[in-house]
Each structure stands twice: as C-alpha cells, then as structure tokens.
C-alpha cells in the first residue's frame, strides 16, 4: 500500500498560468479530500467527494479553483490564473468511510513566482 | 469562524517532561476528535483519537482526556522525546460525517 500519492511534490508557476494537481487516493477509500495549508491559515479545508460524486465545496474560493474526481483512481484540482497568494502546500487525502482515520499524501507545494 | 480551537501556536518542553496541548471546539454535534502529528515535508499522519462516549483515551506515551460538557479536550504526551518535536493538529469530525475540520496546530519542540 503507497498510500495516497501526490504529484507533483513540487510546482512552480507564472503568476495567471494554469496549475493542475493530481492525487492518486488509497484503493478502496471512498471518500477523497483537498486541504491547503500555509503557515497563515493553517489546514484549510477546500472540497471533498464520496464515491466520485462532490459532496462539499464550501472551502474552494469560488473563482479560479476547480476539483474534479473522473474515476475512483484519482483526483485533480486545477487553479486557473494562478496567484501569488495561492502559495501553499496542497493536501489530498482520502478515507474509507465517515468518522475513521484520513490519510494524507505528502502534499503538492505550489509556488507562484 | 474556527470551529476547532488550538490555544498554543507553539510549545516547548524539556526532554522527559509531559507536553500537554489544549484544544477546544464549537459544534455540539462532533463526536469524533482526531489528534493528528505532521513533520516537516510530510502531510498529517493521525496519532491517537477518542469518540464522544469517552472522556480518556490512551496509548502509549499519548494520552486524550475529553471534556464533552466544557467541549474541550487536551493531548498529554508523557515522557516527551526529541523525536516527537512536530506540529500537532487537534481534528473533529460529526457524527456519521466524512469531513474533519482541523485546528491551527501546535508546534510542539522537545529540546534534550
């Protein structure tokens, strides 16, 4: 088991270039989550799916960012436009059912130069 | 508006000491807080957590004690080690819920 698997660990990006993000979750988890975390905010949640299908959004800033679950084999979160302020480490992590222990891949660091 | 608070943003104790981290939380209907342990360029890997029914949860050196009335709750690590010198989230999630909504964190360093 490779656990939830991230990629790139790293990116870098022109400020208003287009960044995707991709996540391979743990086989057999049917929940997958995006958190974001800088040193300011902290673990910010963004979205999460059950079963391929978007649950809650509510974390997502509403312009630019956008998740996606195609198949139960991986998940992407594109941001368009890129910004400064979008500089953060992007979490995927993924579960098997409610209220049981959620793992974390390794993380995306994002810079937007 | 943080539904999971962690008073400290940082902690440092002696080798050998009991590191203790508060947390608090706003929503009545949590009933799952899981304490979760990141260190550097690895994501959050969960530690130890207590449901709702519990007020102690132990295991090893770590211990939850859980105040449902007060809706607190604290992390005590005894014996404190170097090697536990990491950032510590404070979690909770609902009842039949999938999302966790984590605290700040606390830094906690453990100087030898």
């Known amino acids: 088991n490779a656990g939830v698997i991230q990629t790139p660990r790293h990116k870098v990006t022109g400020k208003g270039q287009e960044a995707t993000l991709w996540c391979e979750p743990i086989?057999?988890?049917?929940?997958v989550f995006w958190y974001r975390q800088t040193i300011v905010q902290g673990l910010e949640f963004l979205t999460y799916?059950?079963?391929?299908?978007?649950?809650?959004d509510s974390g997502m800033p509403k312009e630019r960012f956008s998740a996606q679950m195609p198949n139960q084999s991986h998940s992407t979160l594109k941001i368009q436009s890129t910004q400064p302020q979008d500089s953060a480490v992007y979490l995927c992590?993924?579960?098997?059912?409610?209220?049981?222990?959620?793992?974390f891949g390794k993380g995306t660091r994002l810079t937007v130069v | 508006q943080q539904q999971v608070r962690q008073s400290s943003q940082s902690l440092t104790v002696w080798e050998g000491e009991t590191a203790i981290l508060n947390c608090s939380y706003e929503?009545?209907?949590?009933?799952?807080f899981p304490w979760y342990q990141q260190f550097p360029g690895e994501g959050p890997a969960l530690l130890i957590a207590?449901?709702?029914?519990?007020d102690k949860k132990e295991d090893g050196r770590f211990t939850i004690f859980f105040n449902k009335r007060e809706k607190n709750l604290s992390l005590h690590i005894k014996d404190s080690q170097p090697g536990d010198s990491a950032t510590y989230f404070c979690?909770?999630?609902?009842?039949?819920?999938?999302?966790?909504?984590f605290g700040s964190g606390t830094r906690l360093l453990v100087s030898p």
């Open positions: 992590a993924s579960s098997h059912n409610a209220n049981t222990e959620v793992f």
């Open positions: 086989s057999g988890h049917s929940a």
């Open positions: 799916f059950r079963n391929q299908a978007p649950i809650d």
């Open positions: 929503n009545s209907a949590f009933d799952y």
């Open positions: 207590i449901r709702s029914v519990s």
């Open positions: 979690a909770a999630s609902g009842a039949g819920g999938y999302k966790v909504v």
